[in-house]
């Protein structure tokens, strides 16, 4: 019964005030979770392209959902230089429009800003904790010696993904 | 110019969209269908192939998830919640609930919800539309009688449930697997991208022996 009395709350709240910040949050939330899954589950790419993908994808909603909450919640304080009798209904109005100007201007301008840094410093950080790894596997083993005595040298293999891709734009599209 | 201005902000049309989930929803990825394009095609830092490309690849996305959640998640989830609400025993426990059966579908809650929201001359007018004609009596009592109508805020609050929870579904989970199917084809197929040919594995040969 508890749980009855919660939807049914959920519900009230919900009919007297539904605020558009609830659903655009609520679906970035869930698109921050399941993209990112959904293409570490892709068998056809390559590992490094899935994970720079994700971790794309996971921080563009992580900008989009304060975003929304921001200039969903700060444009409606405008409505206070209303006449008193509109302010309701602009609030409402003005709550809209900011999720509108959220969603075409300001996260795709957001995330052109910050997720270039944000990918290079993360990436960043997993070469130079890969590179200790390497350093200390090659203490550990003695190099191979041909018949001729010389030792056989074998570089690690060449990464053909180019984790310093050009970010230009906004982020494009879910695939 | 202010007045004009302040007229769009205090338009309860405008309030009613905003309020309603689905349409609220449908106006928002129109806008980015037009207005991202419209972005990456003013970006003068980058080529002009590649603004084409991804202008269209981002006018695409846009355009299947509105098209997903209008023929699929609109009707499904908002009739969905209702007919649920309507059926469930647990539901008509509550006393608030009891005005369900005043209600046909969840597209007459939306409409008579929206009417609350108008002044008393606009309901008047509004009622003698086809639409409001089908209204139960009670409702249509509600709405000329008294200045400040009943708004059944649970039953709306189901149907705003239902919508949310169809949009989630449908945006975050459906649209970009619908999309990961079909935008590559349309991309090739306007020729904006070429097919991925298979990669020859070539690791022995990167091993160099001094």
Do not use: W
Not at chain 2, 106 to 128: C, F, G
């Amino acid at each position: 019964m508890a749980k009855a009395q919660l939807l049914k709350q959920l519900c009230i709240s919900l009919g007297k005030n539904n605020k558009p910040t609830y659903a655009v949050m609520t679906i970035a939330a869930v698109k921050g979770i399941c993209r990112p899954a959904f293409t570490m589950m892709d068998k056809t790419e390559e590992p490094e392209t899935k994970k720079y993908t994700a971790l794309r994808e996971g921080l563009t909603e992580v900008i989009a959902i304060p975003t929304y909450y921001a200039l969903g919640e700060a444009a409606p304080k405008l409505a206070a230089k209303m006449p008193k009798e509109l302010q309701t209904m602009a609030k409402k109005n003005l709550m809209f429009l900011g999720v509108c100007i959220a969603a075409v201007f300001a996260i795709p301008a957001l995330c052109s800003i910050a997720i270039k840094p944000l990918m290079d410093k993360i990436q960043n950080n997993n070469k130079k904790s890969k590179s200790i790894d390497v350093n200390i596997l090659s203490l550990m083993s003695a190099p191979q010696i041909t018949s001729t005595g010389n030792p056989i040298i074998k570089p690690s293999r060449l990464s053909t993904f180019s984790s310093a891709k050009i970010i230009t734009g906004m982020k494009v599209g879910g695939v | 110019m202010i007045s004009a201005i302040q007229n769009v902000i205090t338009s309860p049309a405008i309030a009613s969209i905003a309020q309603n989930t689905n349409q609220a929803l449908i106006v928002e990825t129109t806008l980015k269908a037009i207005g991202r394009p419209g972005f990456i095609l003013m970006d003068g830092d980058i080529s002009k192939d590649t603004k084409k490309y991804a202008a269209t690849k981002e006018l695409l996305y846009q355009a299947i998830c509105l098209l997903v959640y209008m023929t699929l998640v609109v009707p499904v989830f908002k009739r969905g919640a209702f007919k649920m609400a309507k059926n469930s025993k647990m539901f008509n426990k509550f006393d608030d609930a009891k005005a369900l059966e005043k209600f046909k579908s969840a597209d007459e809650v939306l409409n008579y919800h929206k009417l609350t929201e108008r002044s008393p001359a606009e309901k008047q007018k509004a009622i003698k539309k086809d639409k409001y004609k089908s209204l139960h009596d009670d409702l249509l009592k509600n709405l000329t009688d008294t200045d400040k109508s009943e708004k059944y805020p649970l039953i709306k609050g189901v149907v705003e449930l239902g919508n949310i929870v169809g949009s989630v579904l449908g945006l975050a989970i459906l649209a970009p697997q619908v999309s990961h199917a079909i935008i590559h084809p349309a991309l090739r197929f306007l020729r904006l991208e070429k097919k991925k040919e298979p990669e020859i594995m070539t690791e022995n040969k990167l091993d160099i022996q001094i």
